[in-house]
């Protein structure tokens, strides 16, 4: 079946980069995404890597090793706002739904 | 555009007792999914609609939790009789087609039931 290993917990400062990796294992592979969820809040949507390499969405960026099955989440000048938990998510076997990881809460201090 | 609404956000109830949520997705959104997500852990998938017809449910407990959809657009989620271990979010989340293929989910507030 489908399995993701994330760290649970990173801390930061203001200002700083911060990478959050995430392994896989998975039985055919689709891509993957990357969800962020405040406290209490709806997970949303920040990225989806289909192929190999870097994709850049403002100070976030996303990558992707298939050969290697991992990939990772770096956020660039971290703000406090950017306190949350972060999930790395694949398909399932089906390859019509998302299987999340366990998430990586990510402290910002000033 | 709306998003995806959801009640109630909170239900506390007794181990035993029933509840229910319910989900409106985005509109024309054909695909619709319910995930569990548990204090501290990732969502967990419970049910996959395509409009009203089930995609997968393969992680649902059957002998306590049941969903449907009707008309394809509405859904709701039933736990009957509730444990104390399906205390939990429970996420609804809608998409255009299946969220396989990079598609994003896009997720409700979520209900948080207490099971006491």
């Known amino acids: 079946g489908q399995s993701l290993e994330q760290p649970s917990e990173v801390t930061a400062v203001e200002g700083a980069i911060v990478q959050i990796n995430c392994t896989y294992q998975t039985s055919g592979f689709y891509g993957l995404s990357w969800y962020q969820q405040h406290d209490g809040g709806a997970p949303t949507f920040l990225s989806y890597?289909?192929?190999?390499g870097l994709e850049e969405t403002g100070r976030f960026s996303s990558f992707l090793s298939r050969s290697d099955s991992y990939g990772y989440l770096l956020l660039q000048e971290l703000q406090m706002k950017d306190s949350a938990s972060y999930f790395c998510?694949?398909?399932?076997?089906?390859?019509?739904?998302?299987?999340f990881g366990k998430g990586t809460t990510l402290s910002v201090s000033s | 555009e709306a998003g995806v609404a959801q009640s109630p956000r909170y239900k506390i109830i007794e181990k035993r007792q029933s509840v229910a949520f319910w989900c409106n997705p985005i509109s024309g959104h054909a695909t619709l999914y319910w995930y569990q997500q548990i204090l501290g852990q990732g969502p967990k998938l419970l049910i996959q609609?395509?409009?009203?017809?089930?995609?997968?449910d393969s992680q649902l407990p059957k002998d306590r939790f049941s969903a449907e959809r009707l008309k394809g657009v509405d859904s709701t989620l039933k736990i009957q009789p509730a444990k104390l271990e399906d205390s939990a979010v429970y996420l609804c989340a809608s998409s255009l087609d299946h969220s396989g293929a990079g598609g994003e989910l896009f997720f409700g507030e979520g209900s948080r039931l207490t099971v006491l």
């Open positions: 998510a694949v398909p399932n076997q089906a390859g019509t739904a998302l299987i």
């Open positions: 890597n289909g192929l190999d």
């Open positions: 609609f395509q409009n009203n017809g089930v995609v997968d």
